[in-house]
Each structure stands twice: as structure tokens, then as C-alpha cells.
């Protein structure tokens, strides 16, 4: 549904789910739709949100912005 030319923005919000795992998800199904999607920007949570080292779980939000090139 996502028109050449176009932003996307997904997010996940579980801690369960790794940067690598969410960015893994959004390029399979880019993969499956065949569509060419270029990340422009990635957010986490605010600042009043800390994450501490020894608990990197804590980075649970993950924010992503992608163009459509084709």
C-alpha cells in the first residue's frame, strides 16, 4: 500500500524483540513485497527512559522511518 516515494514508519515496543531482530522482520517483508526500502532515520526511547548497561533489554522501544524507492 506504501506509494514510490513514500515514508513508512513502524515501531516496536517489546524489549523481546532486538534491533536486529525488528530490522530483520521490515527487511524480509520489504524482501517479500519486493519493494526497495532505504532507512532514513531510527529513534529509541526519550531520555527520561535511561537505559542501563547492565540491563540492555531496556532499549525496548525501537522506531523506524523508511522511504520507498521503487
Do not use: W
Not at 515501531?11 to 532486538?18: D, E, K, M
Not at 521490515?26 to 526511547?45: F, H, M, N, S, T
Amino acid at each position: 500500500m506504501l506509494r514510490k516515494g513514500g515514508l513508512l514508519c513502524t515501531a516496536s515496543c517489546s524489549a523481546r524483540v532486538s534491533r536486529e531482530e525488528f530490522l530483520g522482520a521490515v527487511k524480509e517483508g520489504a524482501y517479500k513485497a519486493g519493494v526497495d526500502l532505504a532507512l532514513v532515520d531510527e529513534r529509541y526511547q526519550s531520555a527520561d527512559h535511561p537505559v542501563r548497561i547492565q540491563f540492555p533489554e531496556g532499549r525496548y522501544l525501537k522506531f523506524l522511518v523508511l522511504h520507498r524507492g521503487n
